[in-house]
């Protein structure tokens, strides 16, 4: 069963600081990989998709990198701003025994960039 | 607006009532998800539609009802509500087949009394 972990799960910095954000999980054999952003009270935001051969994605200050053998993500944060406050969340398309395919989600990291 | 859109955003309910959580998008996408998020569950999967007609289980579907006839609304009922469906439930669009990323909605957030 794919697990997906994201350690740790909050992480408070001074705004400037580039940031590494972590994802990693278990099973090697996935579609692709998705990097969000939710807001306290709002709907997640899709940031990066990151497909399976690929390396990584960039989109300005965030870039995303994929390494399916060691089953890890890591979203990267440049300059950090107080705007970038949110819980970042990945998940990983998978197969399932049944056939079909589904996100399964990390539980999400809490980032509070201080100014 | 484009996008996608849920209503109502909070809805309060007694237990054993019907209640139906609406979900609509602009983008013609033709998959259709349903979530529910908790604290020390995270978001999991209740429905997902292939496209109209075509509605498939989550994980989670138990106590759960789903229709697609039109491309872009994709309802979700729950038949009689209980306390444990207390949630935050997103709905989510996407060219699923293309590869595509899913993009959800603000979602609505439920409370069964």
């Known amino acids: 069963k794919q697990e997906v972990t994201q350690i740790p799960a909050a992480l408070s910095v001074p705004e400037g600081e580039n940031l590494v954000l972590n994802c990693s999980f278990t099973d090697s054999a996935i579609y692709n990989l998705q990097w969000f952003r939710q807001d306290p009270g709002k709907g997640l935001t899709s940031l990066l998709l990151?497909?399976?051969?690929?390396r990584e994605q960039t989109s300005g200050r965030l870039n995303a990198s994929l390494d399916k053998s060691s089953g890890r993500s890591t979203l990267y944060i440049a300059a950090s701003q107080p705007g970038d406050s949110a819980t970042y969340l990945c998940a990983v398309r998978v197969i399932t025994q049944g056939g079909s395919e589904k996100l399964v989600f990390g539980k999400g990291m809490k980032l509070t960039v201080n100014p | 607006d484009a996008g996608i859109t849920q209503s109502p955003r909070y809805k309060i309910t007694e237990t054993g009532r019907q209640v139906t959580l609406m979900c609509h998008q602009t983008?013609?996408?033709?998959?259709m998800f349903w979530y529910r998020q908790d604290l020390g569950h995270g978001l999991r999967l209740i429905y997902y539609s292939a496209a109209a007609d075509i509605t498939d289980k989550g994980e989670v579907p138990d106590g759960y009802v789903v229709s697609r006839s039109k491309t872009e609304n994709f309802p979700l009922t729950l038949e009689s509500a209980t306390r444990s469906q207390t949630s935050v439930y997103f709905c989510?669009?996407?060219?699923?087949?293309?590869?595509?990323?899913?993009?959800f909605g603000p979602g609505t957030r439920l409370t069964v009394t």
């Open positions: 990151i497909q399976s051969s690929q």
């Open positions: 983008w013609s996408h033709s998959y």
């Open positions: 989510a669009s996407s060219e699923w087949d293309r590869g595509g990323e899913q993009y």
